[in-house]
T-cell receptor
Framework: AQSVTQLGSHVSVSEGALVLLRCNYSSSVPPYLFWYVQYPNQGLQLLLKYTSAATLVKGINGFEAEFKKSETSFHLTKPSAHMSDAAEYFCAVSEEEANFGNEKLTFGTGTRLTIIP | DVKVTQSSRYLVKRTGEKVFLECVQDMDHENMFWYRQDPGLGLRLIYFSYDVKMKEKGDIPEGYSVSREKKERFSLILESASTNQTSMYLC??????????FGDGTRLSIL
Protein backbone atom coordinates (compact mmCIF):
# COMPACT_ATOMS: atom_id res chain seq x y z
CA ALA A 1 0.00 0.00 0.00
CA GLN A 2 1.17 3.50 -0.72
CA SER A 3 1.45 6.28 1.84
CA VAL A 4 2.83 9.77 2.21
CA THR A 5 4.28 11.54 5.24
CA GLN A 6 4.65 15.29 5.36
CA LEU A 7 6.91 16.42 8.18
CA GLY A 8 5.72 19.62 9.78
CA SER A 9 2.08 20.61 9.65
CA HIS A 10 3.10 24.28 9.87
CA VAL A 11 6.18 25.94 8.41
CA SER A 12 7.05 29.63 8.69
CA VAL A 13 9.74 31.34 6.65
CA SER A 14 10.73 34.94 6.14
CA GLU A 15 10.05 36.64 2.84
CA GLY A 16 13.06 36.03 0.58
CA ALA A 17 14.22 32.96 2.50
CA LEU A 18 14.44 29.39 1.25
CA VAL A 19 11.26 27.34 1.37
CA LEU A 20 11.66 23.63 2.13
CA LEU A 21 8.61 21.41 2.57
CA ARG A 22 9.30 17.77 3.31
CA CYS A 23 7.59 14.71 1.85
CA ASN A 24 8.47 11.05 2.28
CA TYR A 25 6.59 8.28 0.55
CA SER A 26 6.27 4.56 0.69
CA SER A 27 5.31 2.57 -2.34
CA SER A 28 5.73 -1.02 -3.41
CA VAL A 29 6.29 -0.01 -7.02
CA PRO A 30 7.94 2.97 -8.69
CA PRO A 31 5.64 5.82 -7.79
CA TYR A 32 4.19 8.86 -9.43
CA LEU A 33 4.57 11.83 -7.07
CA PHE A 34 2.79 15.16 -6.98
CA TRP A 35 2.76 18.43 -5.12
CA TYR A 36 -0.48 20.39 -4.98
CA VAL A 37 -1.10 23.85 -3.50
CA GLN A 38 -4.34 25.09 -1.96
CA TYR A 39 -4.93 28.81 -1.51
CA PRO A 40 -7.59 29.93 0.97
CA ASN A 41 -11.13 29.01 -0.07
CA GLN A 42 -9.98 27.31 -3.23
CA GLY A 43 -9.48 23.80 -4.53
CA LEU A 44 -6.13 22.17 -5.14
CA GLN A 45 -3.86 23.28 -7.95
CA LEU A 46 -1.07 21.12 -9.35
CA LEU A 47 2.41 22.53 -8.68
CA LEU A 48 4.47 19.75 -10.21
CA LYS A 49 4.54 16.06 -11.01
CA TYR A 50 7.24 13.37 -11.04
CA THR A 51 6.81 10.50 -13.46
CA SER A 52 10.36 9.10 -13.67
CA ALA A 53 11.46 11.23 -16.63
CA ALA A 54 13.85 13.33 -14.52
CA THR A 55 14.65 13.35 -10.82
CA LEU A 56 14.56 17.16 -10.56
CA VAL A 57 11.14 18.48 -11.45
CA LYS A 58 10.39 22.13 -12.03
CA GLY A 59 6.91 23.41 -11.39
CA ILE A 60 4.96 26.61 -11.46
CA ASN A 61 5.67 29.73 -9.39
CA GLY A 62 9.39 28.92 -9.05
CA PHE A 63 8.92 25.70 -7.10
CA GLU A 64 10.87 22.53 -7.75
CA ALA A 65 11.17 19.10 -6.17
CA GLU A 66 13.80 16.40 -6.27
CA PHE A 67 13.00 12.70 -6.29
CA LYS A 68 15.50 10.73 -4.17
CA LYS A 69 14.82 7.03 -4.33
CA SER A 70 17.45 6.15 -1.73
CA GLU A 71 15.74 8.44 0.78
CA THR A 72 12.16 7.81 -0.48
CA SER A 73 11.76 11.57 -0.49
CA PHE A 74 10.24 14.22 -2.73
CA HIS A 75 10.88 17.51 -0.94
CA LEU A 76 9.55 20.77 -2.35
CA THR A 77 11.79 23.83 -2.48
CA LYS A 78 11.76 27.43 -3.60
CA PRO A 79 14.89 29.59 -3.35
CA SER A 80 13.15 32.79 -2.31
CA ALA A 81 9.76 32.93 -0.58
CA HIS A 82 7.16 35.46 -1.63
CA MET A 83 4.15 36.60 0.34
CA SER A 84 1.90 35.05 -2.30
CA ASP A 85 3.32 31.60 -1.47
CA ALA A 86 1.32 31.49 1.76
CA ALA A 87 -0.97 28.48 1.32
CA GLU A 88 -1.36 24.84 2.23
CA TYR A 89 0.75 22.33 0.34
CA PHE A 90 -0.05 18.66 -0.21
CA CYS A 91 2.21 15.89 -1.35
CA ALA A 92 0.54 12.93 -3.06
CA VAL A 93 1.57 9.55 -4.44
CA SER A 94 0.01 7.17 -6.90
CA GLU A 95 0.93 3.77 -8.22
CA GLU A 96 0.25 3.05 -11.81
CA GLU A 97 -2.69 0.74 -12.14
CA ALA A 98 -3.61 -1.11 -15.25
CA ASN A 99 -7.12 0.24 -15.47
CA PHE A 100 -6.75 3.75 -14.21
CA GLY A 101 -3.31 4.93 -15.14
CA ASN A 102 -1.83 6.99 -12.35
CA GLU A 103 -5.05 8.51 -11.16
CA LYS A 104 -5.68 7.07 -7.73
CA LEU A 105 -3.88 9.41 -5.36
CA THR A 106 -2.97 9.09 -1.70
CA PHE A 107 -2.42 12.46 -0.06
CA GLY A 108 -0.31 13.57 2.86
CA THR A 109 -1.83 15.55 5.70
CA GLY A 110 -0.62 18.87 4.33
CA THR A 111 1.79 21.63 5.39
CA ARG A 112 0.57 25.14 5.97
CA LEU A 113 3.20 27.64 4.84
CA THR A 114 3.27 31.08 6.46
CA ILE A 115 5.46 33.85 5.08
CA ILE A 116 6.78 36.39 7.57
CA PRO A 117 7.18 39.92 6.14
CA ASP B 1 -8.45 25.03 -19.51
CA VAL B 2 -10.07 22.25 -17.49
CA LYS B 3 -12.94 23.34 -15.33
CA VAL B 4 -14.43 21.33 -12.50
CA THR B 5 -17.51 22.99 -11.06
CA GLN B 6 -19.06 22.14 -7.74
CA SER B 7 -22.64 23.33 -7.43
CA SER B 8 -22.35 24.94 -3.99
CA ARG B 9 -19.47 26.60 -2.15
CA TYR B 10 -21.26 26.52 1.21
CA LEU B 11 -24.10 24.30 2.33
CA VAL B 12 -25.90 23.94 5.66
CA LYS B 13 -28.10 20.91 6.29
CA ARG B 14 -29.73 19.22 9.25
CA THR B 15 -29.01 15.83 10.78
CA GLY B 16 -30.91 13.07 9.01
CA GLU B 17 -31.39 14.95 5.74
CA LYS B 18 -30.44 13.43 2.42
CA VAL B 19 -27.79 15.65 0.89
CA PHE B 20 -26.65 15.85 -2.73
CA LEU B 21 -23.33 17.38 -3.76
CA GLU B 22 -22.97 17.90 -7.50
CA CYS B 23 -19.84 18.09 -9.61
CA VAL B 24 -19.52 18.78 -13.33
CA GLN B 25 -16.38 18.69 -15.48
CA ASP B 26 -16.03 20.01 -19.01
CA MET B 27 -13.06 18.06 -20.37
CA ASP B 28 -14.58 14.68 -21.18
CA HIS B 29 -12.48 12.99 -18.47
CA GLU B 30 -13.15 9.33 -17.79
CA ASN B 31 -12.25 9.45 -14.11
CA MET B 32 -13.95 11.45 -11.39
CA PHE B 33 -13.31 11.51 -7.65
CA TRP B 34 -14.83 12.70 -4.40
CA TYR B 35 -12.61 13.55 -1.44
CA ARG B 36 -13.24 15.01 1.95
CA GLN B 37 -10.71 17.32 3.54
CA ASP B 38 -10.35 17.68 7.30
CA PRO B 39 -7.71 19.60 9.27
CA GLY B 40 -4.75 17.39 10.12
CA LEU B 41 -6.04 14.52 7.98
CA GLY B 42 -5.40 15.84 4.49
CA LEU B 43 -7.60 14.58 1.68
CA ARG B 44 -9.24 11.20 1.91
CA LEU B 45 -10.86 9.46 -1.04
CA ILE B 46 -14.55 8.66 -0.60
CA TYR B 47 -15.51 7.23 -3.99
CA PHE B 48 -14.28 7.36 -7.54
CA SER B 49 -15.68 6.49 -10.93
CA TYR B 50 -13.82 5.45 -14.07
CA ASP B 51 -16.81 5.38 -16.40
CA VAL B 52 -20.48 6.16 -16.60
CA LYS B 53 -22.48 4.07 -14.12
CA MET B 54 -19.24 2.63 -12.71
CA LYS B 55 -18.05 3.36 -9.19
CA GLU B 56 -15.41 2.16 -6.80
CA LYS B 57 -15.14 2.65 -3.05
CA GLY B 58 -12.29 4.74 -1.80
CA ASP B 59 -10.85 4.75 1.69
CA ILE B 60 -13.85 6.14 3.61
CA PRO B 61 -17.10 5.24 1.77
CA GLU B 62 -19.26 4.59 4.84
CA GLY B 63 -22.30 6.87 4.97
CA TYR B 64 -21.91 7.97 1.35
CA SER B 65 -23.04 6.86 -2.07
CA VAL B 66 -22.42 8.22 -5.55
CA SER B 67 -24.11 8.48 -8.90
CA ARG B 68 -22.66 8.90 -12.37
CA GLU B 69 -25.40 8.86 -14.98
CA LYS B 70 -23.51 11.07 -17.44
CA LYS B 71 -19.80 11.28 -18.11
CA GLU B 72 -19.50 14.92 -17.10
CA ARG B 73 -21.42 14.70 -13.82
CA PHE B 74 -20.55 12.92 -10.59
CA SER B 75 -22.82 13.27 -7.56
CA LEU B 76 -22.01 12.52 -3.94
CA ILE B 77 -24.97 11.55 -1.76
CA LEU B 78 -25.16 11.58 2.01
CA GLU B 79 -28.03 9.20 2.64
CA SER B 80 -28.74 10.44 6.18
CA ALA B 81 -26.47 13.31 7.13
CA SER B 82 -24.72 13.22 10.47
CA THR B 83 -22.67 15.85 12.29
CA ASN B 84 -19.44 13.91 11.70
CA GLN B 85 -19.90 14.51 8.00
CA THR B 86 -19.33 18.23 8.46
CA SER B 87 -16.31 18.82 6.25
CA MET B 88 -14.91 20.29 3.06
CA TYR B 89 -15.74 18.14 0.04
CA LEU B 90 -13.60 18.27 -3.07
CA CYS B 91 -14.39 16.86 -6.48
CA UNK B 92 -11.71 16.08 -9.05
CA UNK B 93 -11.52 14.72 -12.57
CA UNK B 94 -8.74 13.24 -14.67
CA UNK B 95 -7.87 10.93 -17.53
CA UNK B 96 -5.03 8.50 -18.14
CA UNK B 97 -1.69 10.07 -17.39
CA UNK B 98 -3.12 13.52 -16.76
CA UNK B 99 -3.05 14.86 -13.21
CA UNK B 100 -6.29 15.36 -11.39
CA UNK B 101 -8.03 18.72 -11.65
CA PHE B 102 -9.97 19.92 -8.63
CA GLY B 103 -13.06 22.00 -8.06
CA ASP B 104 -13.13 24.80 -5.48
CA GLY B 105 -14.82 22.64 -2.88
CA THR B 106 -18.09 22.59 -0.97
CA ARG B 107 -17.94 23.43 2.71
CA LEU B 108 -20.75 21.39 4.23
CA SER B 109 -22.07 21.94 7.74
CA ILE B 110 -24.46 19.45 9.31
CA LEU B 111 -26.38 20.87 12.28
Amino acid sequence: AQSVTQLGSHVSVSEGALVLLRCNYSSSVPPYLFWYVQYPNQGLQLLLKYTSAATLVKGINGFEAEFKKSETSFHLTKPSAHMSDAAEYFCAVSEEEANFGNEKLTFGTGTRLTIIP
Amino acid sequence: DVKVTQSSRYLVKRTGEKVFLECVQDMDHENMFWYRQDPGLGLRLIYFSYDVKMKEKGDIPEGYSVSREKKERFSLILESASTNQTSMYLCASGAGAQPQHFGDGTRLSIL
